[in-house]
């Protein structure tokens, strides 16, 4: 017996006897028809980074094979700003690797995300799945490895107030129950996650948590395994989708906003990068971090102000990015140190076995802890468009391949203290910031537009398209104009409160 595949929380992996990248057509009919399966849902991404729903009642079994076989036809222009109304017809076909059993559907139903293609039956450019593959390819034929990531996925849990052992203001991290009110939710997120298909790492409590007339708010995150980048993409939009829906079922309200008041933990959607050799983690080299992350830090820190482009998209967003909330002001990166943009966590590189120190009667074993080296990009947030978002970051770690002076980057913009202490003044003031606004991260995405669409990777119409969004939002002043309005602070919150 496969141990992974019987462990396996997916379903469809159980019943099938095969891991889910090796699904067919055959074994999406075999599925539907021996589980009395009644309906089928394709489920895309759209411009506003929020998963679209189409519904299926499976009439007979050669309606099936159509619909798997052709996808359906759709209305392009009320899905994506760049299209034009008048040749807005695309296709959405399902991606088999991606099926699930829909765990909020009264009727039986499985469910697949899609791809986009033209009136043509190619690949629509400007997609979001498709740039990230787009984005996959080019890494890959740059570099001759494999770009993977993982997210951790950040919100907030609201409900009201609870006068039973009441959790300390802005002291959540890992905390238990009772102090800590929805771990329970937490991990029926987590369950129905699994189930379709996500690799989770953990989940835990997270800083925040405060109150705010009547309502509670604690903040919570799930963290995931990293993955081919694709998947990591999937699999965090589907996330967002469950948490959602759970929360709704609950009657609890969730919000992956960035901001929800001043002073107070925001919302991150940090992501974990790692590249891959014949199966080989290549971020270390003989205990340290190898000259492959370097360069791939040197890139990021090159394209860093215009990352925000996908990764910040609303005002709010630069209301998070502000100093001593545990979020990146400034264009850098450390070791193990949560006051710079591009972080390399704690890697496991010492030579002593813990577990055998924690566990006397367990025999030393040589395990190999490499495998879990990442560096970790704090910038994004819940406002991200998820593809968008790792397919810039694939381009910016390819880039740093690129650069002749890569190494020579890496080294300017390594620190390695807390840069918004009074005693590091001076290397706060040598480090490039970034962008404070939709509107400036707009500009600095036109400056380094270039470096995105090189290898045909993002289209033009894509970066005219997030270009204009940006800018409309006239937010350049906007930190500065609200601060001190706690009203006026707090509208804008709600005006972005369900974002991505």
């Not at 006897?17 to 309906?39: G, H």
């Not at 102090?179 to 953990?202: E, P």
């Not at 790792?390 to 770690?397: E, K, Q």
Request: charged share 25%; hydrophobic share 40%; aromatic share 10%.
């Amino acid at each position: 017996m496969n141990t992974d595949i019987a462990l396996s929380a997916n379903p469809l992996v159980a019943y099938l006897q095969k891991p889910s990248a090796e699904f067919t057509k055959a074994d999406i009919i075999r599925y539907i028809t021996e589980n009395e399966i009644r309906m089928v849902n394709f489920m895309y991404p759209a411009g506003d980074g929020r998963l679209k729903t189409l519904n299926f009642v499976i009439n007979n079994l050669t309606y099936l094979e159509t619909i798997l076989t052709c996808g359906e036809r759709v209305d392009g222009s009320s899905l994506f700003p760049f299209i034009e109304a008048g040749s807005s017809d695309l296709y959405v076909v399902p991606r088999f690797r991606t099926a699930f059993r829909d765990p909020f559907a009264e009727i039986p139903t499985l469910a697949m995300l899609c791809s986009f293609f033209n009136k043509d039956g190619e690949p629509l450019e400007s997609s979001p799945e498709y740039t990230l593959h787009k984005a996959c390819k080019a890494f890959r034929e740059v570099t001759g490895m494999e770009f993977q990531a993982m997210g951790e996925l950040e919100y907030y849990v609201i409900d009201k107030v609870s006068p039973l052992f009441p959790a300390t203001d802005q002291k959540g991290y890992h905390e238990s129950a009772p102090f800590a009110k929805f771990n329970d939710f937490r991990t029926r997120c987590m369950d129905y996650i699994a189930k379709a298909g996500g690799q989770i790492k953990y989940g835990h409590s997270e800083v925040g948590n405060f109150t705010l007339g009547d309502m509670s708010y604690e903040q919570n995150e799930i963290e995931f395994l990293p993955v081919a980048a694709e998947d990591a993409a999937d699999q965090l939009v589907l996330a967002k989708w469950i948490i959602r829906n759970l929360a709704c079922r609950e009657s609890l309200d969730v919000t992956f906003a960035p901001k929800i008041t001043v002073g107070k933990a925001g919302s991150g959607l940090h992501i974990h990068m790692r590249i891959m050799k014949e199966g080989v983690n290549q971020m270390l080299k003989e205990g340290a971090l190898s000259e492959t992350a370097r360069r791939a830090i040197a890139g990021m820190m090159q394209l860093a102000p215009s990352i925000t482009a996908f990764g910040n998209t609303n005002p709010t967003s630069y209301f998070r990015l502000v100093p001593h909330q545990e979020a990146p002001t400034n264009i850098c990166w450390g070791d193990r140190n949560r006051s710079v943009l591009v972080r390399v966590p704690l890697g496991w590189t010492a030579k002593s076995d813990m577990s055998h120190l924690a566990n006397p009667l367990e025999a030393e074993c040589l395990y190999d802890t490499t495998q879990k080296q990442t560096v970790e990009m704090r910038s994004p947030d819940g406002s991200a468009d998820l593809y968008q978002l790792i397919a810039g970051l694939a381009v910016a770690c390819r880039h740093g391949f690129e650069l002749e002076n890569a190494l020579e980057i890496a080294d300017r913009t390594y620190v390695n203290v807390n840069i918004h202490r009074q005693e590091n003044a001076d290397k706060l003031k040598s480090l490039e910031q970034l962008p404070d606004s939709c509107e400036a991260s707009a500009d600095c995405l036109e400056r380094q537009r270039a470096i995105f669409e090189q290898h045909k990777v993002f289209s033009p119409a894509m970066i005219d398209g997030i270009i204009a969004k940006l800018r409309a939002y006239g937010d350049r002043t906007l930190r500065h104009d609200l601060e001190g309005k706690p009203n006026e602070m707090m509208a804008l919150v709600k005006r972005y409160f369900y974002c991505g």
